[in-house]
């Protein structure tokens, strides 16, 4: 399934050029999901990436029709996925966009978007370790921690035949117009049975047309 994590204050430098520099993901801290990365999560990744000449994107906000221009390093060092990128300010409205906010200081977060590949979980502290990640881009993102960017992830995830979660559907029925307790009832009494055979593709698709079909309809209040 496809995830993303936000780390404040993670752009280290914004040069007049488009340049900057800073961290993707820093490693040992447990964020709000109970998750920490490890060190070596994003070696393989890395690596494939290099062998395919594929660069890391600069995306805006996790949007995939948003791209900003490409990172020129991106590599683990002691403290976390360290990232150098440069916007394509010459050529791309929005990056132009972007590149005034962080110089001006009102964006000031990365934000990584991965699919999980291997973890571990510590049953005494309840916390996840992700081990292996599968890096698909580098957000420049609004801090605190964007909804939206997270809502454009689930939506991401039902594209690419995955479930979400009980609480990423409900997420995503608050966007399409419901209260929180009508989410709630929703997703546990649609969502639930899919869950239950989540390696059925269809699965997916009739979770997303469960939204669409929810759209527009007004439930009673709870």
């Known amino acids: 399934m ?126 996840r370790t992700l081990t292996r990640v599968d890096l698909e881009e580098v957000s420049i993102v609004t801090m605190p921690a964007n909804d939206d960017a997270r809502i454009d992830a689930i939506k991401m995830k039902l594209a690419h035949g995955g479930l979400p979660t009980l609480p990423e559907f409900e997420r995503l029925l608050r966007e399409a117009g419901f209260s929180r307790s009508q989410s709630a009832v929703i997703a546990n009494r649609g969502l639930k049975h899919l869950l239950s055979e989540p390696a059925d593709p269809a699965n997916a698709t009739a979770a997303s047309d469960l939204v669409k079909a929810l759209q527009g309809f007004s439930l009673p209040s709870i």
């Open 2 to 127: 496809i995830k993303v994590r936000d780390f404040d204050l993670s752009i280290k430098a914004v040069a007049d050029d488009g340049f900057f520099s800073g961290y993707g993901s820093v490693f040992g801290v447990v964020d709000t999901y109970n998750e920490v990365v490890a060190p070596g999560a994003f070696a393989a990744t890395l690596t494939d990436r290099k062998a395919r000449n594929r660069p890391v994107p600069i995306l805006w906000q996790h949007r995939s029709d948003s791209p900003l221009g490409t990172y020129s390093k991106v590599e683990e060092d002691d403290k976390g996925l360290y990232v150098e990128g440069r916007l394509l300010t010459a050529d791309v409205a929005k990056a132009r966009e972007a590149h005034a906010l962080m110089k001006a200081g009102a964006v000031t977060g990365l934000s990584i978007g991965f699919w999980l590949r291997e973890s571990s979980y510590d049953e005494k502290t309840g916390v």
